[in-house]
């Protein structure tokens, strides 16, 4: 089992950069890839970033160059994916939700609101 706990988020103004992070405990060695998916109001759930256990990363066309997925592992206990989010629009406007996948189940975080006002 693996337990997730989103943080950060909140209000930043155009232009400007918010990092929010989720970490990861419990059977983290069976994670296969941490992710971070995106629901805007009226829309639905898109996929934003993932990273492999072996490190290979995926972004939407729509946030590359602007937001990086990156993680940590500490002390073979907690393993932590952020999302760097740099030069934010107002269409990235959004709950944030985590996602962590291991060979059986999907994990979500709780969701984390992002909000870029223009």
């Known amino acids: 089992q693996v337990q997730v706990v989103e943080s950060g988020g909140g209000l930043v103004q155009a232009g400007g950069s918010l990092r929010v992070s989720c970490a990861a405990s419990?059977?983290?060695?069976?994670?296969?890839?941490m992710g971070w998916y995106r629901q805007a109001p009226g829309k639905q759930r898109e996929l934003v970033a993932t990273?492999?256990?072996?490190?290979?990363?995926?972004?939407?066309d729509s946030v590359k160059g602007r937001f990086t997925i990156s993680t940590i592992t500490r002390d073979n206990a907690k393993k932590t994916v952020y999302l760097q989010m740099n030069s934010l629009k107002p269409e990235d406007t959004a709950v944030y939700y985590c996602n962590v996948a291991d060979n059986y189940n999907n994990y979500w975080g709780q969701g984390t609101q992002v909000t870029v006002s223009s």
């Open positions: 419990g059977t983290i060695f069976s994670i296969n890839v």
């Open positions: 990273i492999t256990s072996a490190g290979s990363k995926n972004y939407i």
